[in-house]
């Protein structure tokens, strides 16, 4: 038997990832106008081409799925020939990159986007909390609820983002199940009080995701989708009454599909151990997050936990993570008051003890 380490190349579908070190996405609200990714993004992901993937920040596949302040989309020319730079300066550095496509639903504010966008949920249910915008912190929108009669254009949206992603060089796409954006809106029972097809049973309130997903893999291949998921995830304002029956078959339905990977972010939380979840119901790649160290993750590979293992924080102010993890070097703390701010500060500018090439 031969004993892989975090270092050595895995395929994961069409990906394939020189190193099991997998960059998580982050929102960095460094976009331009109109939602259009920049030369710092561009210089930001080519710092961090080490990894043996980035997921990219999430990124609205519509104007209305935008909830954050300067996020990113990929529904215009304008924002997919802005990513082919990003991508094309990553595949350079030889690294792969996929987008983590995030429709925001409830969690928005109109003042965050373009005119003549809405708001809108599974139902007609305010999120409890405030979003930030250029006047300071406001609370979310009341959405609402999209018709039943809207579903499939709201799908062909996210078929069409992943069509627009391959087009700007992506070598995949990401769904974001989770964080309460709007396919977790859909799963979880709280948020969503549908009496259609799309409401009530888990089969029910699974559907949007999987459908998007399915829609997804139609327009540019099985192998090159992947999904984010954490089940139970309370993050704004979700409540899901039985989160493993939810996710149970979520992970049963996407099994049947030869999907890149599913990407789990494992915390802990009283209703269930996701983990254990995912190991009995996915039967494909997986892809661990959370907290993680270099020992923690070597551990976890040594016992077939995961294909891979995605870092957030660590990529921050380590743009050469995978080097410093391998050279067992010392990392850098990152600033957090810099996090969402727009300019090159606390982004493009933490440094590198390696010379990523040449
Ligand atoms: C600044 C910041 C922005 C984030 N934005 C996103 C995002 O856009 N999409 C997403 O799925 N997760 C997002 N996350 C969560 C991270 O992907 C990751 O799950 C989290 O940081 C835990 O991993 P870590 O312990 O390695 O940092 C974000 C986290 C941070 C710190």
């Known amino acids: 038997m031969t004993t892989a380490t975090l270092f050595d190349p895995i395929r994961l579908g069409d990906l394939e990832l020189a190193n099991r070190i997998v960059m998580a996405p982050m929102t960095r609200s460094r976009a331009g106008d109109g939602d259009v990714p920049t030369e710092l ?127 700007a060089g992506f070598d995949g796409v990401e769904l974001h199940c989770t964080s309460g954006y709007l396919p977790a809106q859909f799963l979880s029972s709280g948020s969503n009080r549908r009496t259609d097809d799309y409401g009530g049973s888990a089969a029910n309130r699974i559907r949007l995701a999987a459908e998007t997903i399915e829609a997804m893999v139609a ?60 190991r009995r119901k996915w039967r494909g790649n997986l892809i661990l997050n959370e907290g993680l160290t270099r020992a923690l993750a070597e551990q976890l590979l040594a016992k077939g936990v995961a294909s891979a293992f995605s870092f957030g924080r660590p990529f921050i102010a380590n743009p050469d993570l995978p080097f410093r993890l391998k050279s067992n070097a010392a990392l850098a703390q990152f600033d957090a008051s810099t996090l969402y701010t727009p300019g090159p500060r606390g982004y493009i500018d933490y440094s590198m003890i390696e010379q990523t090439k040449g």
């Open 41 to 167: 993004m561009m210089e930001y992901y080519r710092q961090r081409a080490g990894a043996g993937l980035i997921i990219t920040e999430g990124t609205q596949p519509s104007a209305s799925g935008k909830g954050y302040i300067r996020t990113p989309g990929i529904h215009s020319e304008a924002q997919i020939a802005g990513w082919r730079r990003v991508t094309d300066a990553v595949h350079a550095e030889g690294g792969q990159i996929v987008l983590q496509i995030m429709h925001c639903g409830r969690v928005g504010s109109l003042l965050n986007k373009a005119p003549g966008t809405e708001t809108i949920a599974p139902s007609a249910i305010r999120a409890k909390g405030e979003i930030v915008t250029d006047k300071g912190m406001i609370p979310f929108d009341e959405p609402r609820a999209i018709e039943l009669s809207e579903i499939p254009k709201l799908i062909e949206e996210f078929a069409q983002a992943a069509r627009n992603a391959i087009a």
């Open 219 to 278: 327009a540019v291949g099985e192998g090159r989708v992947g999904f984010r998921i954490c089940p139970g995830n309370p993050f704004n304002d979700i409540w899901d009454d039985n989160p493993t029956e939810t996710y149970g078959a979520l992970l049963e339905r996407l099994s049947s599909l030869n999907l890149a990977y599913c990407h789990l972010i494992d915390v802990a939380n009283p209703q269930l151990d996701s983990l254990v979840l995912v």
